[in-house]
């Protein structure tokens, strides 16, 4: 039975400024088995986010900003094929992130066997390394992926910042439920990617790129 209930409001910000020595840019689940239209899990919606992440990647190596990816993994007998249809194998095409997203050395890419991108990684302490208190989480899915790795790093007291169209989700309600939680619950801020503007260029870029020295 269909039912329908008003999306309580919530903000999606203009502008959103970032620190770039302190954020980290953080693509979920890119991988053929999702993107591609005949992937074994295909995400309407998530094709068309792909240039804006592209976009997210750009302003993260002008800045020097880490990248880092999650990389849905499994393997023969694994539970959530109970739960999903049989998808992102290791090793096979499906598994592999996109090539128009294919990460660049220094880029760290987390296999993952679960929804949240935490959960049995090293992500934590790789983000606690370099001093990130700020996440830009994109990706897909919105409301599984995504959701439950952004709702980590909110328990862990990250900063959460969605980019909302660098997202994309398996039905319009699961968009909206995710986007609500996040910045109900762990009070994610939400924006679109040409919203995020770094404050100061990084010191992690060189001398040249800094500030010029006051006084
Ligand atoms: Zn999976």
Request: charge should be neutral.
């Amino acid at each position: 039975m269909a039912r329908q209930v008003e999306v309580p409001p919530y903000e999606i910000e203009e502008h959103v400024t970032v620190d770039p020595d302190r954020t980290a840019l953080v693509i979920i689940d890119m991988q053929n088995d999702f993107v591609r239209a005949d992937g074994a899990l295909s995400v309407p919606g998530a094709a068309d986010t792909v240039a804006v992440i592209r976009q997210l990647v750009k302003l993260a190596r002008s800045t020097a900003m880490p990248v880092f990816y999650s990389q849905d993994t499994h393997q023969e007998g694994d539970p959530e094929w109970k739960i999903w249809p049989k998808h992102c194998e290791r090793g096979s095409e499906g598994w592999q992130i996109i090539d128009e997203l294919k990460p660049a050395p220094g880029d760290r890419v987390f296999e993952k066997v679960r929804y949240d991108a935490f959960y049995g990684t090293h992500l934590d302490h790789e983000l606690r390394l370099r001093g990130i208190d700020t996440l830009i989480i994109c990706g897909t899915v919105a409301s599984i992926c995504v959701h439950y790795t952004a709702a980590s790093a909110g328990l862990r007291w990250y900063r959460v910042i969605h980019p909302v169209d660098a997202l994309s989700a398996l039905h319009p309600f699961d968009m909206e439920a995710a986007l609500r939680q996040a910045s109900f619950l762990f009070q994610a801020t939400l924006t679109k990617a040409a919203g995020i503007t770094p404050a100061v260029a990084s010191k992690r870029s060189g001398p040249a790129k800094r500030p010029a020295r006051r006084g």
